[in-house]
C-alpha cells in the first residue's frame, strides 16, 4: 500500500481552524472583524458543515475571545496552541494513509520564502498531530499545503510559480519536486501550472487558482469585470488543465467560475481574493465572497453544480483577506 492524501471531499474526523489572535504587528485594526469572520466560519463548519472544528487559538486573548464568540457552540472543540498567524493550511501537517496507518506529514516552513518569519511557525505541524494522536512524518523540504491540491487517488496541482521557487528549495526542478512529492504524499501524477493570482505573497498558491472537486474534476477562475489583473493566469491554467489526465488517464473536465473581479487593497493594489479559496467540510462548501455583487452569486451557482449533494454557503471573508488569504489557508482537514 503506498501513501495516499485523501480528497478534500473523503470524509473528515475533524476540521482544524486558526483564530486570529495577534493584533500588534499582525492584524492591527482588522483583528475583531477578523475574528468575527473566522466564528463564523467555524459555526458554519460545525452546523451544515457536519464537522467537529478544532479551533486553534495562539494567545490567551485568541483563546478568551475564541470562548467568547463561540463557547457554547456544539462540534467546536477550542484548542490552545502557538502560533505567529492563522494559516493552518500552510504551516500544519497534510494527513496521509500509509502501510502504517494515518500519519501527518510535516515540512519545513520558510515564511513563504522569507517574507514572514514567525515565532511559533515552524511548530504547528507537531502540535497539531500530538493534538490528533498521529505520528509525525517529518521531510526535510520546504512546502505549504497551500501549494498543492490532491484529488485522493495520487494526482496533484500545484503551480510552477511557487513550488520552483528558488526561495524555497534552491536548485529544484520538475523532477526532483516530482520525486520528493511521490515519496512523501504518494503522487503518481503532478499537474503543473504556471502564475497564480497577482499580489499572492504565496508566490501563487494553487488553492487560489484550481482545485479538484471530483474524480477527473476542476474548477478554475474565469475573470469577471474589466479591473481583473488576472485573466491571462486564470486562462493559462485552464488551457493547461483542459489537456491534462489525472493519474489514472482519465482527461480533466474543467468547470470555470467567476472570480471575485477586482478588489483593491489597502495599498490600491488587487488584492489576491479567490473564490477557489473555498472549503469542502463533510456536509457543506464554504465559499469566501468579498463584498456583494453578482460574481459571488454566480460563482456560489457553480459550486452547486459541481457540489450537489452539498449546501453551498457564502461567508464574508474580506477581513481575513487583508491578512493575505481565506477560508482554505486557515484550516486543515483530519480525514476520518
Not at 468575527?36 to 457536519?50: F, H, S, T, Y
Not at 500552510?90 to 501527518?104: C, L, N
Request: hydrophobic fraction near 45%; glycine fraction near 14%.
Amino acid at each position: 500500500m503506498t501513501v495516499i492524501v485523501p480528497a478534500e471531499w473523503a470524509p473528515h474526523r475533524a476540521m482544524w481552524l486558526g483564530f486570529p489572535s495577534h493584533a500588534e504587528g499582525v492584524w492591527e485594526d482588522e483583528l475583531a472583524q477578523a475574528q468575527v469572520e473566522v466564528a463564523a466560519l467555524a459555526r458554519a463548519l460545525a452546523g451544515p458543515g457536519r464537522e467537529t472544528v478544532r479551533l486553534m487559538t495562539g494567545t490567551s486573548g485568541g483563546e478568551t475571545m475564541a470562548r467568547r464568540l463561540l463557547g457554547d457552540v456544539a462540534g467546536i472543540e477550542i484548542v490552545p496552541g502557538r502560533f505567529g498567524d492563522v494559516w493552518l493550511r500552510d504551516t500544519g501537517p497534510i494527513f496521509a494513509r500509509g502501510p502504517d496507518g494515518w500519519s501527518a506529514r510535516g515540512f519545513r516552513f520558510n515564511g513563504w520564502g522569507g517574507k514572514y518569519d514567525m515565532e511559533f511557525d515552524d511548530e504547528v505541524a507537531v502540535q497539531i498531530a500530538e493534538a490528533s494522536g498521529v505520528l509525525l512524518a517529518a521531510h526535510d523540504f520546504i512546502l505549504e499545503g497551500g501549494a498543492v491540491d490532491h484529488d485522493g487517488i495520487g494526482t496533484i496541482l500545484t503551480t510552477g510559480q511557487c513550488v520552483l521557487n528558488p526561495n524555497r528549495n534552491p536548485g529544484w526542478t520538475q523532477a526532483l519536486a516530482e520525486a520528493a512529492f511521490q515519496d512523501a504524499l504518494g503522487a503518481r501524477k503532478v499537474i503543473w501550472l504556471g502564475e497564480g493570482l497577482a499580489n499572492d505573497h504565496t508566490d501563487g498558491h494553487v488553492d487560489n487558482l484550481a482545485r479538484f472537486v471530483a474524480p477527473g474534476v476542476v474548477v478554475c477562475p474565469v475573470a469577471f469585470g474589466r479591473g481583473d489583473v488576472n485573466g491571462a493566469a486564470y486562462d493559462d491554467a485552464a488551457k493547461r488543465l483542459a489537456s491534462s489526465t489525472d493519474a489514472d488517464g482519465r482527461p480533466l473536465k474543467v468547470v470555470r467560475i467567476p472570480s471575485p473581479g477586482w478588489i483593491e487593497g489597502h495599498d490600491g493594489r488587487a488584492s489576491p481574493a479567490s473564490h477557489m479559496n473555498f472549503i469542502i467540510a463533510n456536509g457543506a462548501v464554504i465559499m469566501p465572497t468579498y463584498g456583494e455583487g453578482q460574481a459571488a452569486d454566480l460563482a456560489l451557482q457553480g459550486l452547486q453544480s459541481v457540489f450537489p449533494d452539498h449546501a453551498v454557503i457564502g461567508l464574508p471573508s474580506s477581513a481575513i483577506l487583508t491578512g493575505g488569504g481565506s477560508f482554505h489557508c486557515i484550516t486543515q482537514q483530519e480525514p476520518a
